[in-house]
């Protein structure tokens, strides 16, 4: 395995084991995060935009992993900017498991 | 005397009481409540909300036009929805759902047009303003953006995708629809400056910005700025830079630099830079007060605290406040004397002196973003 990439599955695994690590506030505040800010791209509801729609079903059972990853790198060539200087890979991992979880009302 | 006509001298001498309920709309406003899918009309002399209207969608990225007569919002909303309230009675009397997922509209030079930007299916839509039936259907290959109306009853949009700008002349029988190609990367907003000529179109995908001289017999993609950002560091965007046509400051234009915390200035006839300014972070709305003295400036996440106000001879920055969490918005009343604020997170619009920069009063407001004062209805490009 090539030394990249074994760091990169070494990553995940870290930022998998500290995912659940998000406290009852900080939770609020990424879930304010997710609806208002990345809804200025992906709608509020969800249904994309500029942006990709994010439901649960237009995510299709996409792995956490991946997700986060898009989080926090963003996609290059696209307007999805990497969030790694502004957030956590907890809380990128919290994020992605809140989409997966068609937490819509 | 009859009953009847009893009745109708009863009537007659009510007349004067309905009289001063009159109101007129010069100085109404609408502010969008993003996260309700409501809207607040508020009166800028009272500094007060007189009413709301629910009910009208996904207001994430929602904006509005109004007609000639000031009397009906045209509501752009997220989920395709198009509304036309009446701020005057404070409903909505009709509403249609035109498309899946939409950026926004415009409304025709003879009010007589709206025409709302579409991302799914991507074109624009245009419908009779009186009954919002459709008249004309202009498909693009991908997102339709940065919309504009132009002079001789004309729309003009972008697609984000194709790379192309299309002029829609509604003018004759039938649409009449001209493609320019190559505009630039990934365009991403557009503005049309006050006097219909020059529709400039932002782009996110390279540097610098298109400009598209209206006037011309045969209007030609020329662009402008080239290599603003060259040099220096690219920037995440958290947040896409809006322009508008409030772009004009004296014999300038300003505008949001993307990728880059910096504002541009560049001479309003020849299109050629006459300077930058570093600003607090990525410019999102460039506003020029009304008479173009200065220019006040909101910003992306996470440094959507602060607005900054910049003058437009010295291109320094003379003011900065922070009215609260995540500013979205500036409106100028319309001769510029305030700034109405929206702060997202306080929950609250502030109003702000233009002369004194400071706040002079406050309107409760649900999640509110865009702000939009009638006087709107009579200037091009809004």
Known sequence: MPRALAYAAACLFAASAVAAEIAPAAAARLEHLVTQDCGSCHGLSRKGGLGSPLTAEALDGADRETIATIILDGVPGTAMPPWRPLMSEAEAYWIADYLLKDTLK | ?382
């Open chain 2, 1 to 382: 005397m009859t009953r009847l006509a009893a009745l109708l001298i009863c009537s007659a001498l009510a007349a004067p009481a309905a009289a001063q309920q009159l109101r007129a709309t010069g100085d109404l406003g609408v502010i969008v409540e993003r996260a309700t899918g409501s809207v607040l009309i508020v009166d800028q002399s009272e500094h007060a909300a007189i009413g709301r209207v629910a009910g009208l969608g996904d207001l994430s990225h929602a904006s509005l036009v109004f007609s000639p007569d000031e009397r009906f919002a045209y509501v752009f909303g997220r989920d395709g929805g198009l509304s036309k309230v009446d701020i005057l009675t404070q409903e909505i009397v009709k509403r249609v759902v035109q498309a899946g997922n939409s950026i926004g509209g415009a409304i025709s030079d003879d009010g007589k047009l709206i025409a709302v930007a579409n991302y799914e299916p991507g074109g624009v839509k245009i419908f009779e303003a009186e009954t919002l039936d459709e008249v004309a259907d202009i498909p693009a290959a991908g997102k339709a953006l940065g919309l504009e109306d132009a002079p001789g009853r004309r729309f003009v949009f972008s697609v984000w995708d194709t790379n192309e700008t299309k002029i829609v002349d509604m003018s004759g029988a039938e649409a009449k629809v001209t493609t320019l190609p190559d505009i630039g990367a990934n365009p991403y907003d557009a503005l049309i400056t006050d006097d219909g000529r020059t529709y400039i179109a932002g782009l996110f995908g390279e540097d610098g910005l298109t400009a598209i001289d209206l006037w011309a017999e045969t209007p030609e993609p020329r662009r402008i700025l080239p290599g603003y950002g060259r040099g220096e560091e690219e920037m995440p965007v958290y947040k896409m830079p809006h322009l508008e046509g409030w772009a004009k400051a004296g014999d300038q234009i300003v505008l949001p630099a993307v990728h880059h915390h910096e504002v541009l200035w560049v001479d309003a006839r020849t299109l050629e830079e006459t300077g930058r300014t570093a600003t607090h972070g990525q410019p999102v709305f460039a506003m020029a007060r009304p008479g173009g003295r200065q220019v006040w400036v909101n910003f992306a996440h996470p440094r959507n605290d602060t607005i900054q106000v910049i003058d437009t001879m010295t291109h320094e920055i003379v003011g900065e406040m922070t009215p609260g969490p995540a500013v979205l918005h500036m409106e100028f009343t319309s001769r510029g004397t305030e700034a109405w604020v929206s702060v997202r997170d306080a929950n609250k619009v502030v109003i702000f002196d233009t002369t004194t920069l400071e706040p002079v009063a406050e309107i409760a407001a649900e999640s509110p973003s865009g702000i939009f004062f009638t006087a709107r209805a009579h200037r091009m490009g809004l």
